[in-house]
């Protein structure tokens, strides 16, 4: 596709006011303050050559507003950085670009496109702005703050096995595919969140993440850990299922630390709580269970 | 390098403090308004593969940095999308970033490293913030305002080509390598200057953009187009040099509009007009000059 035709195609979506119809240099967004959020997502590496172009660029948004509802801010808008390539994968790219941003309530700031050598994988990033935004920390969590999550856990990691070929229901692999960032649980949560942030890499590795950075130990009662009624028809829900869960990453739930004697507004469940030391400690109904080797994905910087 | 590795030698980096240490997933920007701009190199497509990498980062930076200039903006932060590699190649890309940012007197705000498959031609995005701006756009020109350009023009394609064997000066070569974004002269002229933009594509091109976007045509005295001594002594300075010069691209030189009985506050040269219509007369020294079929670089969106 043409850097013209892509240009005027993405002139039919939902355009952010400051993108000054795409047609300047540089956007200029005039609130404040804005929490700023970037991922790149690489061909190959953070998503399949065969996925369906228009869920990739639905993951590529959602997952990058997930940082924005991890902050409990509104969703402003997003830069795009994209590689042009062949007309079907581009327009089907588009399709899902605009149907993401309409979901989100969101629109284009701007952005850059460029070409690449042949035979070079895709490499897309985007930026993503959220606005009006109290911003709890990652590593606010305070001693014998309970730690909890939104919805439920392991689903996108069962559905990446179902895209890779593992037999199984379309619902996990739609968790996989289309994320649904939470926004609107992440503005009400970061009135009274003492730490929050989304859960990206898997539950016990981000988890031991907000725990280091709030220079506290945190304990996740396994048991806790909420499966969907999915997730267990297809995987069960035994020590190896939950543990598969909480490691699995891709969830992009919200995870976040509060004052025990507190219940969240949102539909949420408590996995453990925050104490004195340094670590991650794992039981099941009363019982310390090992940690695993591999607490989530590492290739990500957070 | 590893991504460990990398953040530790970024953190030693000048960092924004809305960073927060590169420690947490968004960075928080109190400040409005902003201008931002993302722009995306692809190696083998706006570098060389044996391009020092030192000098790939200087430019990344101060080419978007350019873009913040044009607006007359503060430069605020930039966030860094990086594909990891081999260790030489992102320790000396390290200290060509600490150069640049501290060169343009900025900092890191965030961004995300990534692993690409291997043989993957690197490609790597920065997206800068800029501060405190009146923001000229593009389009803003009136009828009769002069059109001027800071610097000097065309020394930056005289350097593409010594970069790819051509005998010549150091100097000319440094422009290609490490522009230096006019982000001084942007702010003084920001309070004064109806449009402005950075010339990044050509001169001749650029102009003919800022035309359009203002609903004007423009015309431009090919002798008035400002070259450096460095320059004539390489390539001369009769029409076909003088054409090359304002065909060339990455300038990163500053074009603006001013009324005609106003003159600029920074050095800066008179290269013509705007009047009413559409497209771009040339002329030298009162006679027409038909225009060249190619304006300046046509890959890069604006």
Redesign the interface.
Known sequence: MT?ADF?AALRTLPIHPAA?GL????????????????????E???FLPDDPPRDVAWKLVATNLS??A??GARPEGI?L?Y?LSDDGWDRAFLEGLGEVLSACGTGL?????????SR??R?L?V?A??GD?P?P???GAGENDALWVTGTIGDAGAGLAIAQGTPGPSALLARYRRPVPRLAEGRVLSRVAHAM??VSDGLLIDAARMAE?SGLAVEIDLAAVPLSAEYRRHSGDDRTARLQAATAGDDYELLFAMPANVRPAVAATRLGRFRRGTGLDLHEDGVAVPLPARLGYL????
Chains 1, 2 share one sequence.
């Not at 290739?299 to 957070?302: A, N, S």
């Open positions: 850097e240009l000054r047609r300047d240099d540089a956007a200029r967004l005039i609130l404040a303050p804005l929490v700023v959020s970037t991922d790149t997502l690489v190959g590496v953070h940082d924005i991890g902050k830069l950085n590689p700031l701007g952005g850059d496109t460029v070409t690449l050598p070079a994988p490499i990033t930026t702005f959220g935004t911003a920390p990652r590593g942030m989304d950075a290739h990500r910087l957070d």
